[in-house]
């Protein structure tokens, strides 16, 4: 029973245009949802979070949106470049769990130039 | 600071044997999580450790993997026996405080192929 799901395995998006990374989740205790951007052969690192009494958060080029209702984020990157080509995990947590995070199965990016 | 270490980076092994992985978590962190990756269920949490205490294991597969943490500064996961299922990548993450959003912090992992 996946609580966190990235339906999408991959995706290909031109230099310079928007990439959006989507992920859904199932448990309405999650109350902080994060990103992680993975280079092969490295451990995932932490790109940008949102709490949940937030719907949108902004670093730089990257935009997190969270949809409670619908019990839905997107990571949004504009724009694009080749350098973010990676593979994107989205996860989320319940503070009531001592920080335990919960992953998506990954999204792989590839920006072509 | 040098961040999470990892080690060995690479481990072969064939079936039966057991493995050891090693991890230093960030000094001054308090939490502790192994994280195994595959590419059929992706990124699982096995355990997590507060201040060298195992919170939850319910993400351990089986009696074959424990993990111990006897000290602030290093924890060591093993499988015995392993088995050629147990292929996979093994992250080690910490977090710098108790409860709160904090973000954890990987290691690069273990790269373990079981013959």
């Known amino acids: 029973d996946q609580q966190v799901k990235q339906n999408s395995p991959s995706l290909s998006v031109q230099e310079g245009r928007i990439s959006i990374l989507n992920c859904d989740y199932t448990?309405?205790?999650?109350?902080?949802f994060l990103w992680y951007k993975k280079y092969p052969a490295e451990g995932p690192t932490f790109l940008i979070s949102i709490s949940s009494i937030k719907d949108k958060n902004e670093d730089g080029r990257f935009t997190v949106f969270l949809n409670k209702s619908a019990k839905h984020l997107s990571l949004h990157i504009v724009p694009s470049q080749p350098g973010d080509s990676a593979v994107y995990f989205c996860a989320a947590s319940d503070h009531n769990q001592g920080g335990k995070l919960i992953f998506g199965q990954g999204t792989e990016l590839s920006v072509k130039p | 600071d040098a961040g999470v270490i990892q080690s060995p980076r690479h481990e072969v092994t064939e079936m039966g044997q057991e493995v050891t992985l090693r991890c230093k978590p960030i000094?001054?962190?308090?939490?502790l999580f192994w994280y195994r990756q595959t590419m059929m269920r992706g990124l699982e949490l096995l355990i997590y450790?507060?201040?060298?205490?195992?919170?939850?294991d319910s993400g351990m597969p089986e009696d074959r993997f424990s993990a111990k943490m006897p000290n602030a500064s290093f924890s060591t996961l093993k499988i015995q026996p392993s088995e050629p299922r147990d292929s996979a990548v093994y992250f080690c993450a910490s977090k710098p405080l108790a409860g709160g959003y904090n973000e954890q912090f990987f290691g690069p992992g273990t790269r373990l192929t079981v013959l």
């Open positions: 000094s001054g962190h308090d939490y």
């Open positions: 450790f507060n201040n060298n205490v195992p919170i939850d």
């Open positions: 448990n309405s205790m999650f109350d902080y």
